[in-house]
């Protein structure tokens, strides 16, 4: 196996449990180092072995997304000890706000989502960014969701969906900005998870990483600024 210094690095948000665990583990199946990232360092430690008990492809980290001084610590530890990044994925996210309405809801949790799920993956893209450009295959890949769509939103979960939305929004205009440098921005829907409040079972953890896996692998030159499930293309 290559030196861990030459393996690709991978950043994953959001990644002690579901969707953001598993997208850890297919991508240090795939050759990547993995920084596998939680708000509890101790669940992210935990998590880390059960992926790798050796701990020569998954390293487990302290992010707090909404804490700039914690991101910025993170960038600093990243650099010292691995150099570069290759793929940031921007999973953490908040919980849908299932039950609220938008003329009805506090606003504080539609601030916290906001902070969290748009301003979270801005300061994590922020503080990396210096490192992604040193990869000769950076990909930055924000986990949104269908209920972020405009075309498709029609009330209801509005911290959850106006947050996601917004988070699509940063995908295409960071898309724009960095296609010159190669950098591809995309983001992704994974699709409701059995035991996630899926409606008609849902899809398996595995089959939701895989649409996240899929926008990491793609090709110098692939498709930028898009908003996918599956590799198809959803709706704005």
Avoid at 6 to 13: K, N, R, S
Wanted: glycine share 10%; aromatic share 4%; with cysteine.
């Amino acid at each position: 196996m290559p030196a861990r210094s030459q393996l690709p690095v991978a950043v994953v948000t959001g990644a002690s449990q579901g969707v953001g665990l598993e997208v850890c583990r297919q991508l240090a199946a795939l050759g990547y180092a993995v920084v596998l990232g939680s708000r509890d360092l101790r669940r992210a430690e935990s998590a880390a072995k059960e992926l790798d008990a050796d701990g020569e492809r998954v390293t487990p980290a302290h992010i707090e997304v909404d804490n700039s001084v914690n991101v910025g610590q993170l960038a600093t530890w990243i650099q010292q000890r691995f150099g570069r990044v290759d793929a940031i994925v921007n999973n953490a996210a908040t919980q849908p706000d299932r039950w609220a309405t938008a003329g009805t809801s506090d606003l504080s949790p539609v601030a916290e989502a906001l902070d969290v799920n748009l301003f979270g993956a801005w300061r994590v893209i922020q503080a990396l960014l210096p490192l992604l450009r040193r990869s000769p295959r950076p990909r930055i890949v924000n986990v949104s969701s269908e209920a972020g769509s405009i075309a498709l939103m029609s009330g209801g979960r509005p911290a959850y969906s106006i947050s996601k939305a917004a988070l699509n929004a940063l995908t295409r205009s960071l898309a724009g900005e960095l296609y010159r440098d190669g950098i591809l921005v995309n983001a992704v829907d994974p699709g409701s998870v059995t035991g996630e409040g899926a409606r008609g079972g849902g899809r398996s953890a595995a089959q939701a990483a895989a649409s996240v896996v899929w926008a990491v692998s793609l090709p110098n030159g692939g498709p930028t600024g898009t908003f996918t499930r599956d590799g198809r293309e959803l709706p704005w």
